[in-house]
């Protein structure tokens, strides 16, 4: 298990916004989860350049130190293997009961997905680093429930296979429904299906970055610009001089790593 240093935690509990650590009840995570949310990107930018530099080892951020080290560095966040990791060795150092869930996105019967649960007064909440819905999701097995909101819908639906979350695509007003398997699994299973994720995933081919605002989700897929709120979903192509700046001022990427993933033609 990955134990963070107290000061790193400070920096990343600044860098999240939050002035004081948050309490151990449900208004505390929801606090902490929100900060995440709208602070931490879900992208595949450092996989990216691993992947198109033929980098060998560990594919980056699947330690949370190091996933930690870039989001203060350059504002990069990863995918959901490496983002759960970091979130739940961060809510572990707050002191939250946390465990690591592996989930079937677009339920495929595979475990192609890194998601976290979390214990508090005899309650469960799902808190998932890529589905980036804002609040703590009430996990119950035995009789569906949604969260109503017109940017980031949730809808529980118990099965016999396991319990099924339908949330609010990006790109779309569509919604995809997510599994959850086994539980709860360690981290080294983290880092194995990460690796797995090396040779088969829909975020190695080209570019994606979302990230949460007030009322608004914004995304680039390739060198589309999605934008998302209650009025429903927008799109716009950019070209090669704007997508680099949008990264940088909307998303607050760092210029030196954007620079670096369009060295490698990996913009787009």
């Known amino acids: 298990m990955s134990e963070l240093a107290p000061g790193l935690v400070d920096r990343v509990l600044a860098k999240l ?4 650590d948050p ?3 449900v208004a505390g995570l ?5 900060a995440w949310c709208r602070a931490v990107p879900f992208d595949n930018v450092r996989k990216r350049i691993a992947l198109l530099e033929g980098r060998p080892g560990l594919l980056p951020g699947g330690r949370p130190e190091d996933f930690f080290s870039a989001f203060l560095e350059h504002g990069a966040g990863g995918t959901c293997w490496p983002s759960s990791n970091a979130l739940h060795a961060l809510l572990g150092a707050c002191g939250f009961e946390a465990r690591r869930i592996p989930a079937s996105m677009a339920d495929r019967g595979e475990p192609n997905h890194g998601s976290l649960v979390v214990r508090l007064a005899g309650q469960e909440w799902l808190v998932d680093s890529s589905i980036l819905n804002e609040l703590p999701i009430p996990l119950s097995r035995h009789r569906p429930s949604a969260l109503d909101d017109a940017v980031h819908p949730i809808r529980l639906e118990p099965a016999d296979a396991g319990l099924s979350i339908h949330w609010g695509r990006s790109v779309s007003s569509d919604t995809m429904p997510c599994r959850l398997m086994d539980d709860p699994v360690d ?5 194995e299906r990460y690796e797995i994720s090396r040779g088969v995933s829909v975020f190695n081919a080209s570019l994606y970055v979302r990230k949460n605002f007030p009322g608004r989700l914004v995304s680039f897929a390739g060198n589309t610009r999605f934008e998302k709120t209650a009025s429903g979903v927008t799109s716009r192509a950019l070209d090669s001089d704007e997508l680099p700046d949008a990264l940088v001022c909307e998303l607050g990427l760092s210029r030196a790593i954007v620079a670096r993933l369009a060295a ?4 787009g």
């Open 17 to 20: 916004g939050l002035a004081s």
């Open 23 to 25: 309490e151990i009840d």
């Open 30 to 34: 929801s606090r902490l989860y929100l």
């Open 187 to 191: 981290e080294a299973f983290y880092l």
């Open 264 to 267: 490698l033609g990996g913009l």
